[in-house]
T-cell receptor, first 114, second 118 residues
Framework: EADIYQTPRYLVIGTGKKITLECSQT?????MYWYQQDPGMELHLIHY???????EKGDLSSESTVSRIRTEHFPLTLESARPSHTSQYLC????FGSGGYEQYFGPGTRLTVT | AQKVTQAQTEISVVEKEDVTLDCVYE???????LFWYKQPPSGELVFLIR??????QNEISGRYSWNFQKSTSSFNFTITASQVVDSAVYFC???????????????FGAGTQVVVTP
Protein backbone atom coordinates (compact mmCIF):
# COMPACT_ATOMS: atom_id res chain seq x y z
CA GLU A 1 0.00 0.00 0.00
CA ALA A 2 1.46 3.32 -1.09
CA ASP A 3 1.59 6.10 1.48
CA ILE A 4 1.94 9.36 -0.37
CA TYR A 5 -0.09 12.38 0.50
CA GLN A 6 -0.92 15.62 -1.22
CA THR A 7 -2.58 18.72 0.14
CA PRO A 8 -4.74 20.46 -0.70
CA ARG A 9 -6.83 18.17 -2.88
CA TYR A 10 -8.62 21.12 -4.48
CA LEU A 11 -7.53 24.75 -4.64
CA VAL A 12 -9.23 27.73 -6.26
CA ILE A 13 -7.12 30.83 -6.12
CA GLY A 14 -6.89 34.24 -7.76
CA THR A 15 -4.30 35.36 -10.26
CA GLY A 16 -1.06 36.59 -8.78
CA LYS A 17 -1.24 34.63 -5.54
CA LYS A 18 1.65 32.54 -4.28
CA ILE A 19 0.80 28.91 -3.65
CA THR A 20 2.57 25.84 -2.34
CA LEU A 21 1.37 22.35 -3.08
CA GLU A 22 2.45 19.86 -0.45
CA CYS A 23 3.60 16.31 -1.06
CA SER A 24 4.81 13.85 1.56
CA GLN A 25 5.59 10.17 1.53
CA THR A 26 6.26 7.78 4.36
CA UNK A 27 7.89 5.00 2.36
CA UNK A 28 11.44 6.29 2.65
CA UNK A 29 11.69 6.57 -1.13
CA UNK A 30 14.69 8.51 -2.39
CA UNK A 31 13.10 9.61 -5.66
CA MET A 32 10.18 11.97 -5.97
CA TYR A 33 8.42 13.51 -8.94
CA TRP A 34 5.88 16.17 -9.90
CA TYR A 35 3.64 15.76 -12.91
CA GLN A 36 1.18 18.14 -14.51
CA GLN A 37 -1.89 16.70 -16.18
CA ASP A 38 -4.99 18.13 -17.77
CA PRO A 39 -7.98 15.84 -17.07
CA GLY A 40 -7.71 12.54 -18.94
CA MET A 41 -4.70 13.75 -20.87
CA GLU A 42 -1.01 12.89 -20.92
CA LEU A 43 1.14 13.24 -17.85
CA HIS A 44 4.02 15.69 -18.15
CA LEU A 45 6.99 15.49 -15.80
CA ILE A 46 7.80 18.97 -14.52
CA HIS A 47 10.22 18.29 -11.65
CA TYR A 48 12.05 15.40 -10.07
CA UNK A 49 14.44 14.72 -7.24
CA UNK A 50 16.82 11.85 -6.66
CA UNK A 51 17.37 12.69 -3.01
CA UNK A 52 17.80 15.42 -0.43
CA UNK A 53 19.09 18.68 -1.94
CA UNK A 54 18.70 17.26 -5.45
CA UNK A 55 16.15 18.78 -7.82
CA GLU A 56 15.93 18.74 -11.59
CA LYS A 57 13.56 20.17 -14.15
CA GLY A 58 11.48 17.69 -16.06
CA ASP A 59 10.52 17.37 -19.68
CA LEU A 60 7.85 20.07 -19.60
CA SER A 61 8.94 23.58 -18.81
CA SER A 62 7.20 24.94 -15.74
CA GLU A 63 7.25 28.23 -13.88
CA SER A 64 6.99 26.36 -10.61
CA THR A 65 9.88 25.56 -8.29
CA VAL A 66 10.52 22.70 -5.90
CA SER A 67 12.67 21.92 -2.91
CA ARG A 68 13.83 18.73 -1.22
CA ILE A 69 15.13 19.46 2.24
CA ARG A 70 13.82 16.27 3.79
CA THR A 71 13.53 12.85 2.20
CA GLU A 72 9.83 12.61 2.83
CA HIS A 73 8.80 16.09 1.68
CA PHE A 74 8.76 17.57 -1.84
CA PRO A 75 6.70 20.77 -2.04
CA LEU A 76 5.98 22.64 -5.26
CA THR A 77 5.65 26.43 -5.28
CA LEU A 78 4.16 28.87 -7.75
CA GLU A 79 5.25 32.42 -6.93
CA SER A 80 2.51 34.07 -8.97
CA ALA A 81 -0.37 31.90 -10.12
CA ARG A 82 -1.91 32.47 -13.55
CA PRO A 83 -4.95 30.93 -15.27
CA SER A 84 -2.56 28.94 -17.49
CA HIS A 85 -1.46 27.08 -14.35
CA THR A 86 -4.93 25.58 -13.98
CA SER A 87 -4.37 21.83 -14.07
CA GLN A 88 -4.02 18.73 -11.94
CA TYR A 89 -0.67 18.26 -10.20
CA LEU A 90 0.35 14.74 -9.26
CA CYS A 91 3.19 13.86 -6.93
CA UNK A 92 4.89 10.47 -7.05
CA UNK A 93 7.75 8.64 -5.40
CA UNK A 94 9.81 5.57 -6.10
CA UNK A 95 12.60 3.61 -4.53
CA PHE A 96 14.20 0.25 -4.40
CA GLY A 97 11.71 -2.30 -3.27
CA SER A 98 10.93 -5.80 -4.45
CA GLY A 99 13.29 -5.17 -7.38
CA GLY A 100 11.04 -2.72 -9.07
CA TYR A 101 11.09 0.95 -9.87
CA GLU A 102 7.42 1.68 -10.08
CA GLN A 103 6.25 5.09 -9.02
CA TYR A 104 3.48 5.46 -6.49
CA PHE A 105 1.22 8.44 -6.88
CA GLY A 106 -0.57 10.71 -4.50
CA PRO A 107 -4.23 11.63 -4.97
CA GLY A 108 -3.36 14.84 -6.81
CA THR A 109 -4.16 18.52 -6.37
CA ARG A 110 -6.65 20.08 -8.73
CA LEU A 111 -5.66 23.73 -9.09
CA THR A 112 -7.91 26.36 -10.59
CA VAL A 113 -6.58 29.88 -11.03
CA THR A 114 -9.25 32.49 -11.67
CA ALA B 1 15.05 8.04 -27.10
CA GLN B 2 12.16 6.34 -25.43
CA LYS B 3 8.65 6.42 -26.75
CA VAL B 4 5.38 4.79 -25.72
CA THR B 5 2.45 4.67 -28.11
CA GLN B 6 -1.11 3.92 -27.12
CA ALA B 7 -2.90 4.20 -30.43
CA GLN B 8 -6.38 3.70 -29.01
CA THR B 9 -7.77 6.94 -27.67
CA GLU B 10 -11.03 5.49 -26.37
CA ILE B 11 -12.61 2.07 -26.22
CA SER B 12 -16.29 1.60 -25.39
CA VAL B 13 -17.64 -1.79 -24.41
CA VAL B 14 -20.72 -3.23 -22.83
CA GLU B 15 -20.33 -4.88 -19.45
CA LYS B 16 -18.98 -8.46 -19.57
CA GLU B 17 -17.18 -7.90 -22.86
CA ASP B 18 -13.40 -8.32 -22.97
CA VAL B 19 -11.27 -5.31 -23.83
CA THR B 20 -7.63 -5.25 -24.94
CA LEU B 21 -5.47 -2.16 -24.65
CA ASP B 22 -2.49 -1.89 -26.95
CA CYS B 23 0.89 -0.50 -25.96
CA VAL B 24 3.91 -0.30 -28.26
CA TYR B 25 7.22 1.03 -27.02
CA GLU B 26 10.59 2.11 -28.38
CA UNK B 27 13.86 2.06 -26.50
CA UNK B 28 17.53 1.55 -27.23
CA UNK B 29 18.13 -0.11 -23.88
CA UNK B 30 18.36 -3.84 -23.54
CA UNK B 31 17.19 -3.62 -19.92
CA UNK B 32 14.06 -1.66 -19.24
CA UNK B 33 10.80 -1.79 -17.32
CA LEU B 34 7.22 -1.54 -18.47
CA PHE B 35 4.24 -0.52 -16.39
CA TRP B 36 0.49 -0.15 -16.54
CA TYR B 37 -1.41 2.39 -14.46
CA LYS B 38 -5.13 2.98 -14.03
CA GLN B 39 -6.60 6.46 -13.52
CA PRO B 40 -10.25 6.35 -12.45
CA PRO B 41 -12.43 9.48 -12.59
CA SER B 42 -11.28 10.43 -9.08
CA GLY B 43 -7.90 11.30 -10.61
CA GLU B 44 -5.30 9.29 -8.75
CA LEU B 45 -2.99 6.94 -10.64
CA VAL B 46 -3.05 3.37 -9.44
CA PHE B 47 -0.08 1.12 -10.19
CA LEU B 48 -1.22 -2.18 -11.76
CA ILE B 49 1.84 -4.07 -12.93
CA ARG B 50 5.56 -3.89 -13.68
CA UNK B 51 7.30 -6.12 -16.18
CA UNK B 52 11.08 -6.37 -16.62
CA UNK B 53 12.50 -6.62 -20.12
CA UNK B 54 14.24 -9.89 -19.33
CA UNK B 55 11.02 -11.56 -18.19
CA UNK B 56 8.63 -12.22 -21.05
CA GLN B 57 6.34 -14.41 -19.04
CA ASN B 58 2.75 -13.30 -19.39
CA GLU B 59 0.77 -12.63 -16.28
CA ILE B 60 -2.78 -13.01 -15.12
CA SER B 61 -4.22 -11.34 -12.06
CA GLY B 62 -7.90 -11.92 -11.61
CA ARG B 63 -9.68 -10.40 -14.60
CA TYR B 64 -6.51 -8.65 -15.75
CA SER B 65 -3.88 -10.19 -18.00
CA TRP B 66 -0.80 -8.84 -19.71
CA ASN B 67 0.93 -10.02 -22.88
CA PHE B 68 4.55 -8.90 -23.21
CA GLN B 69 6.26 -9.57 -26.54
CA LYS B 70 9.76 -8.19 -27.04
CA SER B 71 9.77 -9.26 -30.69
CA THR B 72 7.04 -6.75 -31.47
CA SER B 73 7.88 -4.29 -28.65
CA SER B 74 4.39 -4.61 -27.28
CA PHE B 75 2.94 -4.88 -23.80
CA ASN B 76 -0.80 -5.31 -24.18
CA PHE B 77 -3.35 -5.38 -21.39
CA THR B 78 -6.63 -7.30 -21.42
CA ILE B 79 -9.56 -6.90 -19.08
CA THR B 80 -11.77 -9.98 -19.16
CA ALA B 81 -15.50 -9.72 -18.47
CA SER B 82 -15.34 -5.95 -18.03
CA GLN B 83 -17.28 -4.20 -15.30
CA VAL B 84 -18.48 -0.62 -14.94
CA VAL B 85 -15.80 -0.06 -12.28
CA ASP B 86 -13.17 -0.70 -14.94
CA SER B 87 -14.10 2.60 -16.58
CA ALA B 88 -10.93 4.68 -16.38
CA VAL B 89 -7.98 5.96 -18.35
CA TYR B 90 -5.21 3.38 -18.59
CA PHE B 91 -1.61 4.44 -19.10
CA CYS B 92 1.29 2.35 -20.30
CA UNK B 93 4.76 3.53 -19.25
CA UNK B 94 8.41 2.71 -19.84
CA UNK B 95 11.44 3.21 -17.62
CA UNK B 96 15.10 2.93 -18.53
CA UNK B 97 17.64 0.71 -16.83
CA UNK B 98 19.29 2.02 -13.65
CA UNK B 99 22.63 2.36 -15.40
CA UNK B 100 21.54 5.54 -17.15
CA UNK B 101 21.52 9.03 -15.70
CA UNK B 102 17.80 9.41 -16.12
CA UNK B 103 16.76 6.11 -14.67
CA UNK B 104 13.61 6.03 -12.61
CA UNK B 105 11.85 8.50 -14.88
CA UNK B 106 8.75 7.14 -16.56
CA UNK B 107 7.83 7.80 -20.17
CA PHE B 108 4.04 7.59 -20.31
CA GLY B 109 1.83 6.88 -23.28
CA ALA B 110 -1.07 9.19 -24.03
CA GLY B 111 -3.53 6.88 -22.29
CA THR B 112 -6.60 4.96 -23.42
CA GLN B 113 -10.02 5.86 -22.06
CA VAL B 114 -12.08 2.76 -21.34
CA VAL B 115 -15.82 3.23 -21.03
CA VAL B 116 -17.83 0.28 -19.79
CA THR B 117 -21.58 0.65 -19.97
CA PRO B 118 -24.09 -1.57 -18.17
Amino acid sequence: EADIYQTPRYLVIGTGKKITLECSQTMGHDKMYWYQQDPGMELHLIHYSYGVNSTEKGDLSSESTVSRIRTEHFPLTLESARPSHTSQYLCASSGFGSGGYEQYFGPGTRLTVT
Amino acid sequence: AQKVTQAQTEISVVEKEDVTLDCVYETRDTTYYLFWYKQPPSGELVFLIRRNSFDEQNEISGRYSWNFQKSTSSFNFTITASQVVDSAVYFCALSEAPTTDSWGKLQFGAGTQVVVTP
